[in-house]
Each structure stands twice: as C-alpha cells, then as structure tokens.
C-alpha cells in the first residue's frame, strides 16, 4: 500500500473550528424548539422559523463558496464570524416572534456563509492517498460538536438560556481567535473567473434535469423527514417522555453515562 501524505497543520486547525463551529451551532439548534414553547409560540410557528431557516443555512453556501475559491477562505471565514456573533447575541436580547425569526434568520445566514469553507479546506488539503480518511475525520469532528454541543446547551438552559447562548457566542469568538492565529490559507489554483461566471456555472449545472431532479429526491425523501425528526425531537422528550424513566434505565446500564447527560 502506498504511503499515505500527512496531514498538514492547516487541516487540523480546521477541523478544531469545525467542532466549535458545530457546538455553538446544534447548542441552539437542537433545543430551539422547547425556547420557543417556553416563550408561548406554536409548533407552527417553529416550524415556520426552522424551514426558513434551514433554506437559508443550505443555500447561501452555493454563492459563499463562490466568493470564497475567489477572495480566500480565511478572508470569508472572518466574515462569516462578523455575521455569527452579533446574531447570537441578539437571541438573548429578542423575544418577539418577528426578533427570533430575524435573529435565526441571521444565524442561518452566518452558518451558511460558514458551511462550505472546512470542508473546501480539507478538500484543499488532502491527496488521492489521504482525502477518504481526511473527510472521514471531518465528519467525525461534525459529529463530535453537534452531539457536546447540545449537551452542554441542555445543562446550561437549566440555569438560564442566556448563559446557553452565551457559551454559543464564546465558542464564535475562540473560532475566530483560533481563525485569526492559526488559520493559513491552504495551497490551491487561483480562480481567474469571476464570482458572477461561478454563479453563472452553478445555475448551469442546475440546469441539468437528471442531477436536479436527484437533489429534488434526496431532499423530500431524506433531508425533510430527517430535518422534521430532528426540529420536534427534543420538543417531544422534553413534553411527553418521562425522562426520569429514561434516566433511570440509562443509569441500570451506564451510570457515568447517564450521571453525565442527567442535570
């Protein structure tokens, strides 16, 4: 077996943002919709929040990406975290229904601007032999702040949501204070091509029936149901499962485990 290339310094700093990025981000996610019942709102206005968000956090990459290949990851990460951190803060100032939804709104916005940039980054820093287990470590990394990143956010809440969001604004301000010091702009081709002949490219290859037609699928038949079971679940435990149950067959089994995950 050829040898593999190392990893240089850049993918590891990017993967470290990525797990703060991904904590401060499911940290609010995940337990939004009980916020939102506690401040009185309806299932339905959740879920008008959440859809328009989630358009938001998914589109916006196609033209940050975009801008990025263009002006540099480094310049868009810091733009990103310049969107990031005052609508964070926002959410612990707002709590009228059009201020939340312009406050996700935003966040949305800043996550998307964001969401591109550690993967195209690991994309940039990896080989033919190093690129399957350097993306493979990245979504390990994904999954490493969105699952702490709820937890603490969950123990936190208990005390107060502001100190939630908070952490979540704190974890924007070490993204970027890691960014600032540590973040080199990774090796790549200069783009020569305009940001306007990028976009032009990607509605082109919209254009394609077959291909838009698979997104189209993949996204009623996968990220819908995956997205609606994600917005109501931590809503549902936190209104019609005793968790105390739950507590208590955890701690039958793992103790430490649920000691950990238990207030």
Request: net charge positive.
């Amino acid at each position: 077996m050829a040898d593999r290339t190392p990893f240089p310094r850049v993918f590891w700093v990017a993967n470290l943002i990525e797990v703060f990025e991904r904590f401060a981000y499911y940290g609010i996610y995940f337990g939004f919709g009980i916020y939102m019942a506690q401040l009185g709102y309806s299932r339905d206005q959740l879920g008008i929040i959440q859809s328009i968000f989630l358009v938001i956090s998914y589109g916006v990459p196609i033209f940050s990406g975009a801008i990025a290949d263009k002006y540099g990851f480094k310049r868009v990460l810091l733009v990103s975290y310049a969107a990031y951190l005052p609508a964070v803060l926002l959410l612990t100032m707002t709590k009228s229904f059009s201020g939340i939804a312009l406050t996700m709104l935003a966040i949305g916005f800043a996550a998307g601007i964001f969401k591109p940039l550690i993967s195209a980054t690991v994309r940039a820093t990896t080989d033919a032999s190093n690129k399957t287990i350097g993306f493979g470590i990245f979504y390990a990394m994904v999954n490493v702040g969105g699952s702490f990143g709820p937890i603490v956010a969950g123990k936190l809440r208990a005390i107060s949501w502001e100190l939630s969001f908070y952490t979540a604004a704190g974890m924007i301000v070490l993204m970027a204070l890691v960014t600032i010091f540590f973040y080199k702009e990774p090796p790549r081709e200069e783009e020569v091509k305009s940001v306007g002949e990028k976009i032009r490219e990607i509605f082109e290859v919209m254009s394609d029936g077959k291909f838009s037609l698979f997104i189209i699928l993949l996204g009623v038949f996968f990220w819908w149901p995956f997205w609606a079971f994600f917005n109501l679940c931590a809503l549902y435990v936190d209104s019609s499962v005793d968790t105390a149950e739950l507590y208590r067959g955890m701690h039958s089994v793992v103790p430490f485990l649920a000691n950990f995950l238990s207030r």
